[in-house]
């Protein structure tokens, strides 16, 4: 992959305009709209999904301003998609943890005024630990390339990390094929979130509105709502185990990697309010996105010989996605239909 200096070195005000746009965004998601836990209606996550998109692609058209200004119309083209890209591979891969918070919230019997709360806690962390591994990730990447070789009578540079992360890539999108109802029997309760919390506070009964503490019989204990959010935590972990390693056959510029990331993951929240009573329309989709993991793994393993540019990557997501999305509303899943049917009998 060419190698470009970063957004990060050459703007740094870009960077400043970003980290001041996420705070303000989410001091008035917190402090202005959702002062007090309520339940999301449809129109309200509607109107934040397109609110989050929207800033998306404004960002992503200041990414091909600020380069065509001071570097080119073919480096900014370059950038500007690399960051579609990116932010359309976590956007779609983290569809995927809709399915699971809709579990996870079932499990903990959460009150869906809570819902939002919760999420919004899961994304600070999400904040944090996506800037570690796509970071780190690209730190490690740039130290593991080894010395130019001749393979099948072509001088390459194989990277270590990229090959491995090509190959998990590829079994984690062929294994995920089969496995979309693996988790709806998981005892969420005893995943390593839960166990984290319950080592540090004794957890009480129930809950008491949206507070993650609570006083019973003088003793200060954790309610089950901050159990819930180092399951959710724990759960974005698991999922960016998939989706980072997939980015990075995207692009090496961190900047591009986490902006992109961080956008794609401040929507989900309104994406999972709009889509939460709609997920079974979109049942094809666990395909589309093992197709897209097995593509990105593949893309990383033979990068060294044939490269995929990122409007073509851009095009083959975007297309797998659509496709799955149809398929999905065409052959409906008839699993809820069935369910229906036999508690009436």
Excluded: C
Aim: hydrophobic share 55%; glycine share 8%; aromatic share 14%.
């Amino acid at each position: 992959m060419e190698k470009h200096q970063s957004i990060l070195e050459l703007h740094p005000g870009l960077v400043w305009g970003f980290a001041i746009t996420v705070v303000i965004m989410l001091l008035l998601d917190l402090g202005v709209f959702n002062k007090k836990s309520h339940e999301v209606s449809s129109k309200e996550a509607t109107i934040w999904s397109v609110v989050w998109i929207s800033l998306s692609m404004i960002f992503s058209g200041v990414v091909y301003w600020v380069f065509n200004q001071s570097d080119g119309h073919a480096l900014a083209v370059e950038k500007f998609t690399q960051y579609q890209a990116a932010y359309w591979i976590e956007k779609a891969l983290s569809v995927d943890n809709l399915f699971v918070f809709i579990l996870v919230f079932g499990f903990f019997k959460v009150p869906k005024y809570l819902h939002h709360k919760v999420l919004f806690w899961g994304i600070i962390g999400a904040l944090i630990f996506r800037a570690i591994f796509i970071f780190a990730g690209v730190g490690l990447i740039n130290l593991t390339y080894l010395p130019e070789m001749n393979i099948f009578g072509e001088a390459v540079k194989i990277n270590i990390v990229m090959m491995l992360f090509g190959l998990f890539l590829v079994y984690a999108g062929i294994k995920s094929w089969g496995d979309g109802d693996d988790d709806d029997d998981e005892d969420y309760s005893n995943t390593a979130g839960a166990r984290l919390i319950k080592s540090f506070w004794k957890v009480s009964d129930n809950y008491d509105g949206d507070k993650f503490f609570t006083i019973q019989n003088g003793i200060r204990m954790a309610t089950p709502l901050l159990v819930v959010v180092g399951v959710i935590e724990f759960t974005d972990v698991l999922f960016a185990v998939d989706s980072i390693p997939a980015i990075f056959a995207i692009s090496d510029d961190p900047f591009i990697l986490y902006t992109s990331n961080i956008f794609a993951i401040l929507g989900l929240r309104s994406l999972y309010f709009l889509l939460a009573n709609f997920i079974h329309m979109f049942s094809k989709l666990p395909y589309g996105l093992a197709i897209i993991l097995s593509f990105i793994g593949v893309k990383m393993l033979i990068a060294p010989w044939i490269h995929i540019s990122s409007p073509v990557s851009l095009g083959i997501v975007g297309g797998v996605l659509v496709i799955s999305v149809i398929l999905s509303i065409m052959f409906p899943e008839k699993k809820e239909d069935e369910k229906e049917k036999l508690e009436e009998n």
